[in-house]
């Protein structure tokens, strides 16, 4: 078993409680941690926002061609690009517009 680092002390790097001091401290990258106090908290300001956030209807999709039409006010030539924007724009819009139904 491999030793650990004379002089580390592990803490929240949150709220600074000590190893000793939580129930739980749970190591992400490198030397930060966080603790189920800390998590506690998150997940309460989440569910908080979930709460207030308004779920605005998305309203009509556009179509393909006027997501291109809209781009070629902006871009010159590029159609493969465009053609790929508007793809990944509308599967974006559609994902979206599922999520607000649920
Ligand atoms: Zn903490």
């Given at each position: ?32 941690f ?18 207030q ?50």
């Amino acid at each position: 078993m491999a030793k650990k680092a004379a002089g580390v002390k592990k803490s929240c790097s949150f709220c600074g409680r000590n190893y000793d001091a939580v129930s739980r401290l749970i190591q992400g990258d490198a030397d930060a941690f966080i603790c189920n106090e800390c998590v506690e908290a998150c997940h309460m300001l989440l569910k908080k926002d979930q709460k207030q956030a308004p779920s605005k209807p998305i309203g009509k999709i556009p179509t393909p061609s006027q997501i291109k039409e809209h781009l070629d006010e902006y871009i010159i030539g590029q159609n493969k690009a465009k053609k790929n924007a508007c793809r990944c724009s509308l599967q974006s819009l559609q994902a979206f517009a599922y999520q607000g139904r649920q």
